[in-house]
């Protein structure tokens, strides 16, 4: 069965040209725009060419309002944000009405290098956001795919904490179709999910509305190429209801509503054909076909659904309702033209003939078909070319790389300005040292007072350490007056997400608040763990070191399968026997294992070893995952560290694992480290002493 490019749902052509610049809200200070919070004040000289340009604009009178701009402000001296602006209206004619991208892409740039003139923080985030979305725009319509997402997710990173939800919705919603296109269904369900909640905050207008149906039908489209039928068919009918809930706020627009539901209904006959239901998808179809045949509305789209609804037929043997249908749209493809169409066609009518046994008529069809499969395969390769894992990862890096030369930059004028103190010091040392011994008995005085303080700071110290201990045990105390609650509340709802006499809403609160309560038993857990280790003594046995790393690997291979990752094991040729705390080196192997299952991607493998080292034995865990950045390896190891970063597929991380693991380690006289890069993952290694055996056994 011949793949249909996705389809997308489209308006009717009767949306003027203005609707589909506010669409976008890029530009977040054009025409469109209704804010007035002030970020942005235009020169005087500047404001009335602008707000005559703007009445141009919204009067579709385009090329008229862009050459009264250029005319207009001619000799007058434009402050950053006049030029930004300026930009702006041309980057918003060549992009969406002359579609000249090249251009438009120009005219971005400019919009970057204003933005960055600019010196007020709140006035510089605003406009650089803005620049990276026109920026982001142009270079999709380019087809530099790449370019663009990196232009998307700079603004998104820049966006996160100091854009408005609406402008943060529109940039999720690009990384969403990027991504889609790319093949990357689960990421493009994730950003277009992200793009609807985000969006909820917009004002309440047509555009807002039409935008979220759209959203809820690419989520759908998503889960549909993911295979995850059941889950498209969800969607599909949460975007019908949300069509139909919002129909009386917009009785002036039933036809542009009637084209969306149409479009829907044909991309959910695709979900319905996979499962066999040919007969619902072929009503489906017909509704679809129907409306978007319709002068004005989407007939493309209709060409796409009469394609479909002829694989149905040919499927169903139906001969007779298949050439007729393939006549009509023969005719309409001549005057709407669509490659995705257009191949369909020729698909079905090949097979229409094939299966008549007649393969000369069969042949050109079948021909034209596989012709016009390799041109579009061709035009979307680059799209497959690309990795947005790798993409994602580059962009953070570079984000990581600016943020460190910012901080070197804060440094080096740290370093200038102590070194203008230190050289002032020396000046005032070497008047001091010129003068009299009157000069000498005060540098006396000075060091006394620095003798006193030095006291005072070793008494502070161990104030500091009394006060550290005080405060392990106060934490001690109360994560263990909460373990007992928590584990209460953790185990009634267990048992109330058991019971099927719930609402599904209701039945997700209470999965939520479990998993709340099993994460904060967990936490509590690492605290009591992590405030007990340091003053315990250990009660060591003998412990075979193969054994006991075979049994910690048998217990976490479940967890790994959760994410299709395979544990390999390579033990010692023989047995080891260790003294140790068989529980607390248990519990390194196991927390070293699951961080390596929780920061590696799916479907990886995770390598654990133990080597012999004459005196020693060495355990390594290897994986390939997202690695350590160099900015926090230095931290990894402290108790309630800031290095901590959610898993591949947002597992949590509490931050106090490592140094559990370093603390038991360390008691046992051992060594633990690490190698690690964001390319090649990262191996974790423990050395730990071989028992010493007594002198009877030796000899």
């Not at 196991?590 to 990886?604: D, T």
């Amino acid at each position: 069965m011949f793949w249909l490019t996705v389809k997308r749902t489209r308006t009717k052509p009767l949306i003027n040209s203005l609707l589909w610049l506010c669409v976008l809200p890029t530009l977040i200070f054009s025409s469109c725009d209704q804010r007035s919070d002030g970020v942005a004040e235009l020169s005087k000289e500047f404001k009335p060419i602008y707000d005559s340009t703007d009445r141009l604009f919204s009067a579709n009178r385009f090329d008229e309002a862009v050459h009264y701009l250029d005319s207009a402000s001619q000799g007058i001296t434009l402050s950053p944000i006049d030029r930004h602006r300026k930009a702006a209206f041309h980057y918003n004619h060549f992009n969406k009405i002359k579609h000249d991208y090249e251009k438009a892409l120009l005219y971005a740039d400019t919009m970057v290098i204003t933005a960055n003139q600019l010196t007020n923080k709140q006035q510089y985030i605003a406009f650089l956001g803005d620049a990276n979305f026109a920026r982001g725009d142009a270079l999709f319509n380019l087809g530099r795919y790449n370019e663009s997402y990196n232009s998307y997710y700079q603004g998104y990173l820049l966006g996160k904490t100091n854009l408005d939800n609406c402008t943060l919705s529109a940039y999720t919603y690009r990384m969403g179709m990027i991504t889609y296109k790319q093949g990357n269904y689960k990421y493009a369900a994730t950003y277009f999910k992200e793009s609807f909640d985000l969006n909820k905050s917009c004002k309440t207008e047509f555009v807002s509305f039409f935008r979220q149906q759209e959203v809820l039908d690419n989520i759908a489209l998503s889960y549909r190429n993911s295979g995850k039928l059941d889950s498209a068919l969800f969607f599909y009918s949460k975007a019908l209801k949300y069509i139909d809930d919002n129909e009386p706020s917009y009785k002036d627009r039933i036809d542009i509503l009637n084209v969306a539901r149409a479009v829907i209904y044909g991309n959910k006959a695709d979900v319905l054909t996979s499962q066999g239901k040919n007969e619902e998808a072929a009503e489906l179809l017909k509704k679809s076909i129907a409306t978007n045949l319709k002068k004005g509305n989407d007939n493309i789209d209709a060409e796409l659904s009469e394609v479909k609804l002829g694989q149905i037929y040919l499927a169903q043997n139906r001969y007779e309702l298949v050439l007729p249908l393939m006549i009509s749209l023969r005719k309409q493809l001549d005057s709407a033209k669509s490659s995705d169409a257009e191949a369909g066609y020729n698909l079905v009518m090949g097979t229409y003939y094939r299966k008549k046994n007649d393969a000369v008529n069969a042949m050109p069809f079948l021909e034209n078909f596989h012709h016009i499969k390799d041109s579009l395969s061709a035009r979307n390769r680059i799209l497959k070319e690309s990795n947005v894992n790798e993409q994602l990862a580059n962009l953070e890096k570079q984000y990581q790389i600016t943020d460190l030369r910012n901080r070197q930059r804060v440094y080096m004028y740290t370093g200038v300005i102590f070194f203008c103190m230190t050289t002032i010091i020396v000046l005032l040392i070497y008047r001091n040292w010129k003068r009299s011994g009157k000069e000498m008995a005060t540098v006396s005085a000075l060091n006394k007072q620095v003798i006193l303080q030095k006291a005072d700071l070793e008494n502070t110290l161990a104030d500091l350490q009394t006060s550290s201990q005080e405060k392990d045990r106060i934490l001690r105390t109360v994560a263990h007056d909460l373990r007992n609650p928590l584990g209460g509340i953790a185990s009634l709802t267990s048992v109330m997400v058991s019971d099927a006499d719930y609402t599904s809403e209701q039945l997700e609160l209470l999965k939520i608040i479990k998993e709340t309560a099993f994460d904060s038993l967990e936490l509590i857990n690492e605290i009591l763990e992590a405030t007990n280790s340091g003053g315990a003594e250990l009660q060591k046995q003998p412990v075979d070191i193969n054994t006991l790393l075979s049994n910690s690997v048998e217990l976490l291979r479940f967890k790994a399968a959760e994410k299709n990752q395979k544990i390999m094991l390579n033990t010692l040729d023989a047995p080891e026997e260790l003294l140790i705390s068989r529980e607390k080196i248990w519990r390194v192997i196991s927390n070293l294992i699951s961080n390596a299952i929780k920061f590696s991607p799916v479907g990886s493998d995770i390598r654990v070893s133990i080597t012999d080292q004459e005196h020693d034995v060495q355990i390594s865990v290897n994986d390939h995952g997202i690695g350590i950045p160099d900015n926090i390896k230095n931290t990894i190891f402290n108790m309630f560290t800031e290095a901590k970063r959610p898993g591949t597929l947002g597992e949590k991380s509490f931050g106090l694992g490592l140094s559990i693991c370093r603390q038991i380690i360390e008691k046992h006289h051992g060594k633990i480290w690490f190698e690690s890069s964001t390319e090649n993952g990262t191996t974790f290694y423990v050395r730990l002493a071989k028992a010493q055996m007594p002198e009877a056994t030796k000899a």
